[in-house]
C-alpha cells in the first residue's frame, strides 16, 4: 500500500489550521496538514493514501487521531493512532493512548498514556466466524 515501509513524513503540506483558528468538529483530510491553531474533535486521514499531519507547539487537538505519519510539538488529548511513524518533538504532550509503528521520542516530550507497538502481524491477522452446530 505505501511506496516503503516504515518511511519518514512527506514535506508536502496542503492544508493549515492557522494559529486563532479554533475547529469544532471532525477534521477529514488526505496529504499533509499543519495545525497551529486548535481541534475540538477528531482529525482522521484517509487511510488508502499516505498522510501526514503536523502539530507545531501552539497547536492543541482534543480528539482522536488516526493518521499516517505523525510530527508533533503541541498538545493532544485523546488517542493517537500512527500507522507508520510518529515523531515526539520536545514540546509535545499526549494525554491518551499511543500507537504506533516506528517512534522517535526527543527530551522533554510526555506521555500520559500507554505506548502499544503496532506489530507487523496485526496486519496479517484472518478473523474466523465459529459456525454454529445444528442439533
Known sequence: MFSSRNSKPQNRIDSLVGIGTKIEGNVHFSGGLRVDGEIVGNV???????STLVL???ARVDGE???THLVMNGTVVGPVHA????ELQSKAKVTGDVYYKTL?????AIVEGRL???A?????????????AES
Open 44 to 50: 482522521v486521514a484517509d487511510p488508502a493514501k499516505p
Open 56 to 58: 507545531s507547539e501552539q
Open 65 to 67: 487521531i488516526r493518521v
Open 83 to 86: 500507522a507508520e511513524y510518529l
Open 104 to 108: 522517535e521520542i526527543q527530551l522533554g
Open 116 to 118: 502499544i507497538h503496532l
Open 120 to 132: 507487523e502481524a496485526e496486519d496479517k491477522v484472518v478473523a474466523f466466524k465459529l459456525g454454529t
